[in-house]
């Protein structure tokens, strides 16, 4: 008799835990809302209040303003068309020496076709509006993190 | 033979033409027109009213606490009182071409005054390649010998970005049995460190760049180089 009450007392204690895994995992499945992208309710509601009322726009804002956006989409062309092409120069260009370094020696060729594992990870910050300021301390401070916690 | 051409990528961005800020202005303008109004601004109109029936004489509602106007105030005294470092530096001003600090908005490539022949030109940092050596080694040599330990820079890979190949004037080719040299140029990114070079060097912008170097030399390094 003991083996089997032993038994059967075990697995009724595993079918228990693994009820709880199942209901843990199920609540980990659900989607957490993510409070930047949802419309708080209460603007919903004062949304009349909140309206703008400007003057109407003049059909002479209206054309400058349809020119201008054409002139951008011009701009924009072209300024992507001439960062394509100057890729492919740069392209040709490190071709080429490849090639003159393949006429030179095999060896070297070889060398340099080397994958570089030291390029990536890579982390840079961009440029800024202005120079950083020389010897200046940033004022201290403390982050308190207030977004709400799904487990 | 290596080169090794290194670059100070900007520090600023560069300024908006006038098409670019009159773009900037017009999404501006259409972003307000369509927006709705701020928790702020509605505070704002609600204590114009409030003020409003005050000088009627109506409501006895002292304001004990600061008007969203005066906060405001208070935020632009705040901010005008910031100081932001100029864009244009001590260095442009005076141009000083072994300053890192001039011309924060161009790419700055560095070179170096050398002897080639009978010569000395200012040329991109070079060496011939020594045996045993791969030409990223050297390349890395280069660099450590013209700028001395202290600097810092990132070698884009291992592969040459460039390429210039030149004869020897008559007398020098009989001498080595050689009709030329080809000069392999690598490009590394300077990151951060002080230059010390024993030689004169100069950090340049693109334009002067032109200037400066021998023309054919000119076209192969302005060929692996972004454009300004």
New interface residues.
């Given amino acids: 008799m003991d083996p089997a009450v032993i038994k059967a007392r075990e697995d009724r204690k595993k079918k228990k835990i693994e009820k709880q895994i199942r209901r843990l995992e199920k609540n980990a499945r659900q989607l957490k809302p993510i409070e930047e992208c949802e419309v708080p309710l209460g603007l919903l509601d004062e949304k009349k209040s909140r309206i703008r009322s400007l003057p109407a726009l003049s059909t002479e804002t209206l054309e400058n303003r349809a020119l201008l956006e054409k002139k951008w989409a011009t701009y924009k062309k072209n300024q992507n068309l001439a960062d394509i092409q100057m890729l492919d120069r740069i392209i040709f260009a490190q071709q080429k020496a490849l090639d003159e370094l393949r006429k030179e020696s095999e060896e070297l060729y070889q060398e340099a076709m080397q994958v570089d594992c030291r390029l990536l990870p890579y982390k840079t910050e961009g440029p800024l509006e202005t120079p950083p300021i020389e010897s200046y301390e940033s004022p201290d401070g403390d982050y308190v993190d207030v977004s709400k916690k799904w487990e | 033979m290596t080169a090794v051409c290194l670059e100070r990528?900007?520090?600023?961005?560069q300024e908006l033409n006038k098409?670019e800020s009159?773009?900037k202005n017009?999404l501006a303008e259409?972003e307000f027109?369509r927006?709705?109004?701020s928790d702020h601004e509605?505070r704002h109109e609600k204590e114009i009213k409030q003020m409003e029936q005050l000088k009627k004489g109506g409501d006895v509602d002292v304001h004990l606490k600061q008007t969203a106007q005066e906060s405001v105030d208070a935020w632009t005294e705040e901010a005008s009182q910031f100081?932001?470092?100029?864009?244009i530096?001590e260095a442009d001003k005076q141009n000083d071409v072994k300053s890192l600090?001039r011309k924060?908005?161009k790419h700055l490539v560095l070179v170096v005054k050398q002897k080639v022949g009978k010569d000395s030109l200012y040329l991109l940092p070079q060496d011939l390649r020594q045996d045993g050596e791969?030409?990223?080694q050297t390349a890395e040599r280069v660099l450590k010998d013209a700028c001395g330990s202290d600097v810092k820079a990132?070698i884009?890979?291992?592969?040459?970005?460039?390429?210039y190949?030149y004869k020897y004037p008559k007398h020098v080719r009989n001498e080595n049995n050689s009709i030329g040299a080809?000069v392999?140029?690598y490009f590394a990114r300077y990151q951060k460190g002080h230059l010390q070079s024993q030689n004169d060097y100069k950090w340049l912008d693109r334009a002067e760049l032109e200037d400066i170097l021998p023309p054919e030399y000119n076209k192969?390094v302005s060929?692996?180089?972004?454009?300004e």
Avoid: C, H, W
Avoid at chain 2, 83 to 87: D, E, L
Avoid at chain 2, 223 to 227: R, T, W
């Fill in positions: 990528k900007p520090v600023i961005v098409l009159d773009y017009l259409v027109e927006s709705l109004k509605v100081k932001f470092s100029s864009k530096t600090n924060l908005d791969t030409l990223r990132m884009y890979g291992n592969a040459p970005f460039g390429f190949k080809k392999f140029i192969s060929q692996m180089l972004i454009d």
